[in-house]
């Protein structure tokens, strides 16, 4: 089955900086890759997703790109703000077939 | 608000025991999945179901069991009980059965087995 494996498991930036966390994947198959946002004590959000037909995809300061051929994925923040301080999960899935998360990166932005 | 409902909100009890977690999905999805959250192993899956039938198995253990029923809401239960068990479980649901589709979070159940 699918497995997701995403680095670092914690990252700390200034404000301001960019962070980036990178994801990979083993099933060559799957076609949707969703990142969602936790912070603490709170609910799991979708923040971005990208389909396997798009290499980057941009919502503001996040941006997802996708490297097929390699079976990575990475999630970038432009300009971090303290409120970007949270556990980010990328997860990966095919048809509808399970959605397989990677055990996430703990992301501190310091003022 | 994401719209999913899951009670309680926290729960504990002792080992050997057996509790019911509940979620009512968003009006209109379909679809409700259970995760298992632990400190160190990140959100795994537990169970789906579309339209009260289950659609897919994650690593559930045979002591942990799930229904959706007609009104489209989720119990997941939990018997026999053991320290390990203690963990954040997170119901979502989405409109369909298909899970390349956004997954609406609820607030979770922090079941402590002491």
């Known amino acids: 089955g699918e497995n997701v494996e995403q680095h670092p498991s914690t990252l700390s930036v200034q404000e301001g900086d960019s962070a980036v966390i990178k994801c990979t994947y083993s099933?060559?198959?799957?076609?949707?890759f969703p990142w969602y946002k936790q912070e603490l004590g709170k609910r799991p959000q979708l923040i971005i997703d990208?389909?396997?037909?798009?290499g980057e995809k941009k919502d503001q300061r996040i941006a997802v790109t996708l490297n097929k051929t390699a079976k990575h994925f990475s999630l970038h923040i432009t300009e971090t703000q303290p409120e970007d301080s949270a556990v980010y999960f990328c997860a990966a899935s095919k048809g509808s077939e399970k959605l397989v998360f990677g055990k996430g990166t703990k992301l501190t932005v310091n003022p | 608000d994401s719209g999913v409902t899951q009670t309680p909100k926290h729960l504990i009890t002792a080992t050997g025991q057996r509790v019911t977690l509940r979620c009512s999905p968003r009006?209109?999805?379909?679809?409700v999945y259970w995760y298992q959250q632990s400190l160190d192993q990140g959100l795994q899956f537990l169970i789906q179901?579309?339209?009260?039938?289950?659609?897919a198995k994650g690593n559930i253990l045979e002591r942990f069991s799930a229904q959706q029923f007609p009104d489209l809401h989720s119990e997941l239960n939990l018997s026999s009980l053991e320290l390990g068990d203690s963990a954040l479980y997170f119901c979502a649901s989405s409109r369909n059965f298909a899970t390349n589709e956004k997954l609406f979070f609820g607030s979770g159940t922090q079941l402590s087995v002491l």
């Open positions: 990208i389909r396997s037909n798009v």
């Open positions: 179901y579309y339209n009260g039938e289950e659609r």
């Open positions: 099933d060559s198959a799957s076609n949707y």
């Open positions: 009006s209109g999805d379909l679809s």
